[in-house]
Each structure stands twice: as C-alpha cells, then as structure tokens.
C-alpha cells in the first residue's frame, strides 16, 4: 500500500507541495533506525496523509496547525518526529537532572492523555528518552514520583500540570517543543486561562504544534498568539466523513429506541459482523441508564460519562477492549480520544445538539482505512438536528428500515434518497434490510465467507498506563 500526498498549504495558503503525487514511505523521513523499527513494529507499512504531510514540516522547525481529526493518525505524526527532534538528549543516566521536561503535550481529557503517552512509550520503547503521562482525577503520589525521577515526553491535561508546577515537581524551563493537541476541545472545555499560564512558562525559543477538528476563529486567534508562522495542513476535508463509513439511519420512536439497539446486534450477529459497538447519548443519566437497560436485554454494556470515576472509566474501556463488553454506551465529552482501533460499528442512540459532535461521533469508526458502520436512531422530534447534520455534511444520509423483525420500522423518508444497493453486497457493512432474515434468522446461519470487523485487543490494558512508563 502507498500514499498518494495531498497539497500542504502555506500560512498565506500557498501550496508548497508539488502538485504531482508522491509516494512516500516511512523510509523517507530519515527517521532514527530504532524509531523505524518501534513502527514497523507497530505494523504500520505506509503513512497516513496527516503523516506525510506533517512529519516533514516538524523536522524541519517548523510550527504547524494540522488540522486532523482523531483516527487520522495524527498522533504519531507529531510524536515521531518529536522523539527524533530529542533523540540527540537522550541519556542511559539515572540522573533526574539527565532527563528534564523537552517536549509537552497538552491534551483535553485524560483518556487522550493516556492514548498519546502510549502512543509515545511504543515508538520511543527503543530509545533512553522517557514519556509520562499526568492527569486529573487520580492520587498525585505517583505522578510525583514519575515527574522526580525525570521524562523528557510529557503528556498531560493542563489542570493537573499547573497542580505540579504550583508544587515545583514540573519545570518547563526546557521544553523545546510544545503540542497543543485537540486544540478546539481544549477551548470548548474553557482551558485557555490555564493554556496561558503553562505556555507563559515554556521558553519562547520553542517549536509549537497545533492539531485541531476546525480551525475556528477562536483556533485561529490562539495560534496567532503561540505560533510563529505556522505551516498549515490539513487532511480530510473537515466536516466530511470517512468515506469507508457507511451511514443509516433508523426512524424509531423515543420510546423503541433501546429495543431497535437489540435488532440491529442481532442483524449483525446473523451478518456476521461485530457486535462491538460504540452507543453516544446526550446525557450522563441517558447513558447510564441505557447500559443498564442493555444489560437486562443480555447485552454486555458498560457505561462511560463524565460522573465516573477514572478508574471507573479505566476498568470500562479496559473490557471494551479486550472484548468482555459488546457494547460501550458513551457521553461525548467521555468519548473524546478514545481511540480504538478498528471500531467496527457506532450507534447514535440520540442525534447530538451539536451538529460537529455528529462527525465526531462517527469518526470512532471508519478510522485508517478499515471499514464501519454509523447508525443513527432518530425519532421525530429530532428532524431539525438531523437537518443541522445533513447540511454541515453537504449530503442527505440513507433512511432505511429496521432489520426483520424490528419493533418499529417506519418507511424510508424518501425512497429516492436511498443509495443502499450498491453497498448492500460489501460483507463489511451492515445490511439494515434482510430480504432473506425471516428464514435466516430462525436457522441460525452465518455466512462463512462473511468476515468479520473486530477490535483487536491487542492493545496493553489502559490501566497499565497510570503514571509512568516502563521500557517493554
Ligand atoms: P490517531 O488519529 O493518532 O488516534 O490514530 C488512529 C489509529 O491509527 C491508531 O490506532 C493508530 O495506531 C493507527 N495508526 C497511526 N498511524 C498509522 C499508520 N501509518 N498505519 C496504520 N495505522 C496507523
């Protein structure tokens, strides 16, 4: 597999790329050997776009605005050129003083923490460099003792930061490079005081980078203040979905909602598909009550909202996982970063207020290329939300009936609109209406030649990941 590279725009807009396509592989970068060998690990042939068009520009000094989504392998193209930035410090010394503070990522929410310093530990396993990850919501203690023995990749949430430096365990006096990640959620989440006060601390002789979904005209005004003429590049088109993701939508009464979640497992248990899903709702209390619900119906649901714990949350996307729960019914905010890897199927149990958090959402499947699932489940009164999606999305979303059998199956909205049959045949989609399900269902028969889209649980325990990293 190759990749082909989309233009990289200047800050004026310019494109600095060749218009010709290029292929370009991971050899290209130049990259340290024993970071190319932590990738090729990772089983990674070819980079995705926001790679191929980032890592270049990090390299070379340069501040950058990416503007990516998550599932776009943004992570790895500012963590791998970062560990090759600060490959020249790193010390077998067991000195704390060896190992200061080089590179900081500042990221929304804990689960992106956790994921990017993971993220950090594989590619740099090969290297003496150490990366830490702190965040709120857990005991101090051992973030304490990471931060004393000395990391040079930190990734934190910024409140929890300022907590350690108010207590003078961090020192960002030489951070070389500065990652604002999700920048746009870390504003939305009312951070920028505490974004001031941590970047105030870093030396002004850095190198920025800043990844966010939009670039917003509140993104634009805090890049314009930290960001020395940052390149820009952007990937997918924002506001547009992956294209091996395929959308329906149910019409189902408020009250069907929970009964219909149970068809659509069982039409793809009978299609041979994942159960695996992700299921967003709107509220804390919607989304606890949906997984209990689910539980009773014999489906293994857990619930992750902002009213749990950490190590709530941690068990939970811990059994997601590795497989012990089909279902992981999800708050936004929660849902944020998570990053699971090949998620084959995400359930819009309500559409969201906020049309954007609609892409958000279904961008938890279809990731790097792998195929999925997006189903929303849509009553009446939601119409005006679901006409706010369609119009940021530029396009209608296929209206179909439920699966055989569904408690409530209304009829498409309009039948013109339904592009289906051509997707239908793909043995990755899910196929909402099942001509044959009447006598397939009651045999219990699963096409072998159908394959299966799974998470692959190969991934180490998030808990395993509370504070500091080991070398594996
Ligand atoms: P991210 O957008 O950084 O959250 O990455 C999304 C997923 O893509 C993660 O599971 C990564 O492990 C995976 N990934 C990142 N880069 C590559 C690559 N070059 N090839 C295949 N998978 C990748």
Do not use: W
Not at 326 to 349: K, Q, Y
């Amino acid at each position: 597999m190759t990749n082909t590279v989309p233009e990289i725009n200047s800050p004026t807009g310019a494109t600095e790329s060749s218009a010709t396509p290029a292929t370009i592989t991971f050899a290209d970068f130049g990259l340290d050997p024993k970071i190319q060998k932590a990738v090729s690990e990772q089983g990674y042939n070819t980079p995705t776009p926001i790679q191929a068009q980032s890592i270049p520009h990090v390299l070379a000094g340069s501040d950058l605005m990416g503007a990516a989504q998550t599932g776009t392998g943004k992570t790895a193209a500012f963590v791998l050129p970062i560990i090759q930035k600060i490959l020249r410090h790193a010390s077998s010394s067991a000195s704390p003083a060896r190992h200061p503070i080089r590179a900081l990522v500042l990221t929304p929410t804990r689960e992106l923490a956790v994921q990017v310093a993971e993220n950090a530990a594989s590619y740099s396993k090969h290297t003496d460099l150490r990366a830490a990850v702190v965040y709120g919501g857990v005991d101090m203690k051992e973030q304490v003792a990471t931060l004393r023995g000395g990391v040079e990749i930190l990734i934190a949430t910024p409140g929890r930061l300022l907590d350690h430096i108010g207590s003078k365990v961090a020192n960002l006096s030489q951070v070389e490079i500065l990652v604002l990640d999700e920048a746009d959620r870390m504003l939305d989440m009312g951070f920028l005081p505490d974004l001031q006060r941590i970047i105030d601390l870093i030396p002004a002789q850095r190198q920025t980078l800043l990844f966010s979904a939009t670039f917003s005209p509140e993104i634009k005004k805090l890049a314009q203040s930290y960001l020395r003429t940052p390149v820009t590049v952007e990937v997918a088109r924002q506001n547009a979905a992956a294209d091996t993701v395929k959308q329906v939508v149910h019409m189902v009464s408020s009250a069907d909602k929970q009964r219909a979640i149970v068809k659509v497992l069982e039409a793809r248990t009978r299609q041979g598909l994942s159960r695996q899903c992700i299921i967003f709702t709107n509220s804390r209390l919607g989304c606890a009550r949906l997984a209990r619900s689910l539980e009773r119906d014999g489906i293994k649901a857990g619930a992750i909202h902002g009213d749990k714990s950490q190590g709530e949350r941690t068990l939970t996307l811990d059994a997601f996982k590795s497989g012990a729960i089909e279902a992981l019914v999800a708050t936004d905010v929660a849902a944020r970063g998570l990053d699971i890897p090949s998620m084959p199927c995400v359930i819009n149990h309500e559409l969201p207020f906020n049309a954007e958090d609609f892409i958000h959402r279904i961008g938890r499947t279809g990731r790097a290329g792998s195929k999925g699932d997006a189903i929303a489940l849509v009553d009446a009164s939601e119409k005006r939300l679901l006409d706010d999606i369609e119009k940021l999305m530029k396009r209608k979303l296929d209206v179909q009936p439920l699966p055989e059998g569904s408690p409530s199956s209304a009829p498409s909205r309009s039948s013109s609109r339904s592009d289906a049959p051509a997707k239908m045949s793909d043995p990755f989609f899910y196929k909402p209406y099942e001509p044959s399900a009447v006598t397939k269902a009651s045999s219990d028969t699963t096409n072998p030649e159908e394959k299966k889209v799974g998470i692959t649980p190969a991934r180490p325990a998030v808990g395993a990941l509370l504070g500091g990293f080991k070398k594996k």
